[in-house]
């Protein structure tokens, strides 16, 4: 299958910091990726689909001016949580479609954010 | 709208075989299936399509009916590594967007 890299794994942020989370497609290429948010226990919430060259589609409810998301190549989309508060804690995933299959989603390890 | 999974949490002894449903209100181009260990990102297991298929792999089947908008996961003999979470996304599109059920925990025991 296809590999999906984030980086950082994990990352601890005073309050009111920025954080930039990277999400990359290793051996394919990626026009749409993913960009979901998960509470301990809970299911994953997409917050935004990030397409290469334009600008990112936000789900209802997700505020695109405290998430930027930018998909810089095909193999690129990065996350950033502006202004960070203790409630944007939580684990960040990003999947990229395509590679070798129809339809196929494959995610990244994941992003564990604390703000503290 | 999110789908729904049946059961919320099922326990099995080693070798025993488990169902795991996942039911939309919405018509479905596909569903997708995950399995999530704890502190880890959910791991892609297989992709059903509009048209009925089933598919399967080893031990782990699924079937898709379109018409009632259900998907059912099947593991067999199931093995300690099984334990997780298991996730179904449904997608209106390929290459779309998937919304996820809440999860079904399974934990398998020696």
């Known amino acids: 299958g296809a590999v999906v890299s984030q980086h950082p794994s994990r990352v601890i942020c005073k309050s009111g910091t920025s954080v930039k989370i990277e999400c990359r497609s290793l051996?394919?290429?990626?026009?749409?990726m993913f960009w979901y948010r998960q509470f301990p226990k809970q299911s994953l919430m997409l917050m935004a689909t990030?397409?290469?060259?334009?600008?990112?589609?936000?789900e209802q409810g997700v505020e695109k001016d405290k998430f930027l998301i930018n998909h810089a190549s095909l193999t690129l989309s990065t996350l950033t949580v502006t202004s960070a508060h203790p409630e944007d804690s939580s684990f960040y995933i990003c999947?990229?479609?395509?590679?070798?299959?129809?339809?196929?989603?494959?995610f990244g390890p994941g992003t564990r954010l604390t703000v503290t | 709208q999110q789908p729904v999974q049946s059961p919320q949490a099922v326990i099995l002894r080693e070798g025993e075989d488990a169902v795991i449903n996942c039911s939309s209100s919405?018509?479905?181009?596909?569903v997708h299936w995950y399995r999530q260990k704890h502190g880890e990102a959910p791991v892609f297991l297989m992709i059903?399509?509009?048209?009925?298929e089933q598919k399967g792999h080893e031990k782990i089947s699924a079937s898709f009916n379109e018409k009632k908008q259900q998907s059912s996961l099947y593991l067999t003999a199931s093995q300690l590594s099984y334990s997780g979470t298991y996730f179904c996304?449904?997608?209106?599109?390929?290459?779309?967007?998937?919304?996820f059920g809440q999860g079904t925990i399974l934990t398998v025991h020696p």
């Open positions: 999947s990229a479609g395509g590679g070798q299959g129809v339809g196929e989603q494959y």
């Open positions: 051996d394919f290429q990626a026009t749409t």
């Open positions: 990030s397409n290469e060259g334009s600008k990112a589609t936000y």
């Open positions: 919405k018509a479905l181009y596909s």
């Open positions: 059903l399509l509009k048209g009925g």
């Open positions: 996304g449904t997608g209106g599109t390929s290459y779309g967007k998937l919304t």
